[in-house]
């Protein structure tokens, strides 16, 4: 049964950072993709960051570019993203999320929700202006 344990989240004041960690188990996570997610109230889900646990690159939403990195530990089958500059419009409930890669784009890990079959429980992320 896959698994996927987000943690990290809280309040924090804009400007400051966050650090979310995904723990997956149950998955065949290597030569894989592992995301994250968000969904702010009223609003739809978005894509923040993606990577790809075979080879380590990786792929952003412009909203969070130059701000957010997503990175891995293969050997804790560990996702983390941490999060710099945070704004108010960054709140919201963050989803860890394993996946395929696209053929369509190449094999690359792209933030199409329709890629991740598996998903975490959430965790909230709160900023205050």
């Known amino acids: 049964q896959v698994q996927l344990v987000e943690s990290g989240g809280g309040s924090v004041q804009a400007g400051g950072s966050l650090r979310l960690s995904c723990a997956a188990s149950?998955?065949?996570?290597?030569?894989?993709?592992m995301g994250w997610f968000r969904q702010a109230p009223g609003k739809e889900r978005e894509g923040v960051a993606a990577?790809?646990?075979?080879?380590?690159?990786?792929y952003y939403a412009d909203s969070v570019k130059g701000r957010f990195t997503i990175s891995q530990d293969n050997a804790k089958n560990t996702v983390y993203l941490q999060m710099n500059s945070l704004k108010p419009e960054d709140t919201a409930m963050y989803y860890c999320?394993?996946?395929?890669?696209?053929?369509?784009?190449?094999?690359?890990?792209?933030?199409?929700?329709?890629?991740?079959?598996?998903w975490g429980q959430g965790t909230q992320v709160t900023v205050s202006s």
């Open positions: 149950g998955y065949t996570y290597s030569s894989n993709c």
């Open positions: 999320a394993a996946g395929k890669r696209n053929p369509l784009y190449g094999g690359s890990c792209l933030l199409f929700a329709a890629d991740f079959g598996y």
């Open positions: 990577i790809y646990t075979g080879g380590g690159s990786t």
